[in-house]
């Protein structure tokens, strides 16, 4: 998930770094610099940064798991199992109808990219991708990152 240029996370804020540093990246779909493309990627890697990060953070772990058998999920980018293993967060989740709409939106996304089409997302669709991921009130990037630091 680190990019080139970029240390591997470290620690559970380290991978909130990373979310954070997406959501930035992802600040370039408004002012059309980014292609759909790019817009999809980054608000996915917005959204496992953040789930790794609380995941990280609710089994206190000194340092990130090997991709042994009970931890392949955290590095096949499968963002179902990833909320699976916060707790009681998908139920809070499901709450919020406008959270979970967007959340729906991105697990679309995620499969739509595993697919590895040749043909990029049109653009509103990755627009709504984008949007589902940082809109200050209706992201779950946002809403995830609020329950981090609710987190003790």
Same mark, same amino acid.
């Given at each position: ?28 779909a ?19 940064? #953040? =789930?790794?990060?609380?995941?990280? *953070? /609710?089994?206190?772990? %000194?340092?990130? @798991?090997g ?37 729906? #939106? =991105?697990?679309?996304?995620?499969? *739509? /990219?595993?697919?590895? %089409?040749?043909? @990029? ?32």
């Amino acid at each position: 998930m680190a990019q080139s240029g970029h240390s591997p996370p470290t620690s559970a804020d380290d991978w909130i770094g990373v979310a954070k540093r997406e959501l930035r990246n992802l600040r370039g779909a408004y002012i059309g610099q980014l292609s759909n493309d790019a817009k999809v990627d980054h608000a996915l890697k917005a959204t496992e940064a #953040v =789930l790794k990060a609380i995941i990280w *953070k /609710q089994h206190g772990w %000194s340092s990130w @798991p090997g991709k042994t058998k009970g931890y392949k999920f955290l590095y096949n980018h499968d963002l179902q199992t990833m909320l699976d293993h916060c707790g009681s967060l998908r139920s809070r989740l499901r709450l919020s109808a406008h959270h979970w709409i967007s959340w729906q #939106v =991105l697990a679309n996304a995620v499969l *739509k /990219q595993s697919r590895y %089409s040749p043909t @990029p997302p049109p653009d509103a669709e990755a627009h709504e991708v984008a949007k589902s991921a940082r809109h200050p009130d209706k992201g779950i990037v946002p809403w995830l990152l609020a329950r981090y630091h609710e987190m003790t």
